[in-house]
């Protein structure tokens, strides 16, 4: 295999964790060249990837007749094309674009028509976690045994490709040696169960009261409807930086500052693939559980209610009080016994 395409255009949160498939790829394919077909958005995690060579954008490429799609996908070269996420019209695509080995899912009827290579996978039963259900779909290409999840791991990621601009390292840089600069994502653009303000609220709170410095990111329009919230937490607060950041910037922060409290967002699992001290705040029904989709990384960790059959949780989610049983002062006791020297080395 000389080039291979994996094509993942959803979510940050799902990209990184499909980080592994590239890196299982380099290891079994030493010189291999491996590209990431995705979003826009998802451009800069791609860049930041040590296993990937380079991004092929879904967004522009849709901006072409089809023709010039097909030709675009052949200009790259490609011995394979691994559909992580499935997409009709990039199924279809690749098989006009003749690459050789084309790789899905069996229970996508699209794949039956445009793939070569079917994989048994069902996802949302499966005891497996994300990363490693996208490491299935490599079955054809690597019969080896799946990888154990610490095996997994260590191929999530992530290398900030971008300097922290001055002002913001000289922010982080002000805190004393003991003394850690906790980052809060309390929103989730609806891609997770959320925590709540008020539990946000008063661990920045208890933070602050225990020494340690506060910042809070999110989007422009987060940061719109944290008007409020801002506003009352806000001595607790050391900086409010929602909609100032763009994705690259972001990835310097988050890989600058100590760690990082949220759902189960893009931002948490980019903090993990950072290599920052991470704790994820999970709801404990399927599939969202942490099971499934817990943060990876040398320092990543996670709190979830002990109830696992809840009904609440599918039958009433915005009632259900499963995610807001965990204590901010148990979130805030998981985050003192972060260790600054080993973040420092």
Not at 212 to 234: D, I, K, N, S
Request: net charge positive; charged share 15%.
């Amino acid at each position: 295999m000389k080039t291979i395409l994996i094509s993942r255009t959803d979510a940050i949160g799902d990209v990184v964790l499909t980080l592994p498939v590239a890196g299982e790829l380099k290891r079994h394919f030493p010189g291999c060249r491996v590209l990431l077909l995705g979003r826009t958005y998802t451009q800069a995690i791609a860049e930041a990837c040590p296993w990937l060579d380079g991004f092929l954008n879904y967004d522009d490429l849709q901006k072409l007749p089809v023709a010039e799609q097909v030709a675009t996908l052949r200009r790259q070269h490609a011995d394979a094309i691994v559909h992580v996420f499935p997409n009709k019209t990039i199924a279809r695509l690749a098989q006009q674009a003749g690459i050789p080995v084309r790789i899905g899912t069996r229970n996508r009827w699209f794949h039956w028509l445009t793939c070569n290579r079917l994989v048994a996978l069902s996802r949302r039963n499966s005891p497996l976690h994300e990363a490693q259900l996208n490491l299935t779909l490599l079955q054809p290409l690597l019969p080896d045994a799946l990888p154990s999840l610490h095996e997994v791991t260590a191929l999530v990621r992530l290398t900030p490709q971008e300097p922290l601009a001055t002002g913001l390292q000289q922010v982080l840089a002000a805190k004393r040696p003991d003394q850690l600069n906790v980052i809060l994502h309390p929103r989730s653009r609806g891609s997770a169960r959320e925590w709540g303000l008020e539990h946000f609220g008063m661990l920045a709170r208890l933070l602050h009261q225990a020494g340690h410095r506060v910042f809070v990111t999110g989007t422009e329009a987060e940061g719109q409807e944290l008007q409020v919230w801002l506003a009352e937490y806000q001595p607790y607060i050391t900086a409010e930086l929602t909609g100032q950041l763009t994705l690259r910037q972001l990835l310097a922060f988050i890989g600058s500052a100590d760690g990082l409290v949220a759902g189960s967002t893009g931002p948490l699992h980019m903090a993990a693939a950072l290599g920052r001290y991470t704790l994820g705040l999970y709801p404990p029904i399927r599939p969202m559980h942490p099971g499934r989709w817990a943060p990876l990384g040398p320092h990543a960790d996670y709190l979830v209610f002990d109830k696992p059959a809840c009904q609440d949780c599918r039958q009433q989610p915005v009632a259900c009080t499963c995610i807001k049983a965990i204590a901010p002062l148990a979130a805030l006791q998981r985050i003192i016994a972060w260790n600054p020297s080993i973040l420092s080395s």
